[in-house]
């Protein structure tokens, strides 16, 4: 029971879908970072449903792509895309570790934000839009397992530059080996669903997944000394959008 609580909690804090409500402690919150990649899962399974729609109808590289884009921060609520954004900001602004900090809390969204989110949802266009054409994208759809399942990761594993927050209540009580095991078994699930599905864009997709985790957490080490649940979410898109530059690399060596 526990387990199925933790679950909800999960899609609670990391979907849009609507939940059954239920009082939240640290019993059924200790096990909910474990499955975050579970929302993944079902955003992975919807873009397949849409990619088979798209080739049932013989739609456009174009609208594949845009219903792409569009579908997960639908499913989600654009919880990771805010994190990414507000990260930005932080980034851009050169300021010293505590700023930063101060910038990732503030609602307010700053111009470097909306820039650089442009410039990610055109380039994830196109780099759907190629993918489709190429027949494979389709076959991307665990990617959204192994990005959540990095971030989970590093939730965990690196210390909280603020000591507080909504990540900070996630990972306080979470059993730190329990947890690692699980997500170290989404990240083992989700790289090999994408290299039988695709033996060489579903191979290069999580290296390229891999090395913008690896990028992402340097940055966050070195800009602030750890990670914040906005942090978390920028990393996330970076593993996404890594993860589709890598699949389309794969797919023209092929």
Same mark, same amino acid.
């Given at each position: 029971?526990?387990?199925?609580?933790?679950?909800?909690v999960?899609?609670?804090?990391?979907?849009?879908?609507?939940?059954?409500?239920?009082?939240?402690?640290?019993?059924?919150?200790?096990?909910a970072?474990?499955?975050f990649?579970?929302?993944?899962?079902?955003?992975?399974?919807?873009l397949?449903?849409?990619?088979? !729609?798209c080739?049932?109808?013989?739609? +456009?590289?174009i &609208?594949? @792509?845009?219903? /792409?884009?569009?579908l *997960?921060?639908?499913?989600?609520?654009?919880?990771?895309?805010?994190?990414?954004?507000?990260?930005?900001?932080?980034?851009?602004?050169?300021?010293?570790k505590?700023?930063?900090?101060?910038?990732?809390k503030?609602?307010h969204?700053?111009?470097?934000?909306?820039?650089?989110?442009?410039?990610?949802?055109?380039?994830?266009?196109?780099?759907?839009?190629?993918?489709?054409?190429?027949?494979?994208?389709?076959? !991307?759809w665990?990617?959204?397992i192994? +990005?959540?399942? &990095?971030? @989970?990761?590093? /939730?965990v594993?690196? *210390?909280?530059a603020?000591g507080?927050g909504m990540?900070?209540?996630y990972?306080e009580?979470?059993h730190r080996?329990k947890?690692?095991?699980?997500?170290l078994f989404?990240?083992i699930?989700?790289a090999?669903?994408?290299?039988?599905?695709?033996p060489?864009?579903?191979?290069?997709?999580?290296?390229g997944?891999l090395?913008?985790a690896i990028?992402?957490?340097?940055?966050?080490?070195?800009?602030?000394?750890?990670?914040?649940?906005?942090?978390?979410?920028?990393?996330?898109?970076?593993c996404e959008?890594s993860?589709?530059a890598?699949?389309?690399i794969?797919?023209?060596?092929a």
């Open positions: 029971m526990i387990l199925f609580e933790s679950l909800l999960a899609f609670s804090t990391y979907s849009a879908l609507p939940m059954p409500q239920f009082e939240w402690n640290r019993r059924n919150m200790q096990y970072i474990c499955f990649p579970m929302v993944g899962l079902v955003c992975g399974l919807v397949l449903g849409w990619h088979q !729609l080739r049932w109808q013989q739609v +456009s590289e &609208f594949f @792509a845009a219903g /792409a884009v569009i *997960p921060l639908l499913l989600t609520g654009g919880i990771h895309m805010d994190g990414y954004m507000d990260t930005v900001d932080a980034l851009s602004s050169h300021q010293p505590e700023r930063k900090l101060e910038i990732l503030d609602s969204c700053g111009a470097f934000a909306i820039l650089y989110c442009g410039i990610y949802l055109v380039a994830q266009l196109g780099l759907w839009a190629e993918l489709y054409r190429m027949d494979v994208a389709g076959s !991307l665990p990617l959204f192994l +990005s959540r399942a &990095f971030s @989970a990761f590093f /939730a594993f690196l *210390p909280n603020r507080s990540l900070c209540t990972t009580n979470t080996r947890a690692i095991a699980a997500i989404f990240v699930l989700g090999a669903a994408l290299a039988c599905l695709a060489l864009s579903g191979s290069a997709a999580g290296v997944c090395l913008g990028a992402c957490v340097f940055l966050a080490m070195k800009e602030f000394e750890g990670v914040t649940g906005d942090i978390c979410g920028f990393l996330l898109q970076i959008i993860c589709l890598g699949a389309w794969g797919g023209v060596l």
